[in-house]
């Protein structure tokens, strides 16, 4: 039983990050693989558990930053083509709005974990700036927001940045 105020993962999210890593041909190791057995998609998890199952990574790989981004954009492609991210999106730069808003990272996130907000976006210029205070890592957040805007089709060039502030991310589309 966990505390009301614990932050939580949805089974989903853990799911996506597994098949992610299965169509990457990323190995992740044994504890990866304990931390996903018996794993309900319907279900809420401890935030934790996603730590832990991130940072087997760490263990498998020395330079993990471009497998992270990597993750990240698998995980939004997934989501989009065999979730519900279809139904939801249809161009590339509503997944700004949705990701940052109240039902997009809220959809499998709860409890205290920071924010995910746009602070400005410019369609015309195809820029946008993301302020997060959230535990993820940045270079998994920069891959969910390229591959969120990649995944309708009508974008060709996504390039996310997080070289400044550690807490934004500058979107570049077009």
Known sequence: ???????????????????????????????????????????WYPLKRWFELEQTLGASYTDVEPIRLKLGIEMMTLWYHRGPGRDIIRRGADFLHFQTGSTGIASVIRGPVGSFTLREFDAASGRAVVHSTTP???????????????????????????????????????
């Open 1 to 43: 039983m966990t505390d009301e105020t614990e932050p939580m993962v949805h089974g989903t999210l853990m799911a996506g990050f597994a098949q992610a890593c299965i169509n990457l041909n990323i190995v992740a190791g044994r504890r990866a693989a304990d931390l996903l057995t018996d794993l309900d998609v319907a279900r």
């Open 136 to 174: 993820f890592n940045r270079k998994i957040e920069c891959g969910v927001l390229i591959g969120g805007l990649l995944a309708p089709g009508d974008i060709d060039y996504v390039d996310v940045r997080n070289d400044g502030d550690p807490d934004l991310l500058i979107a570049e589309f077009h």
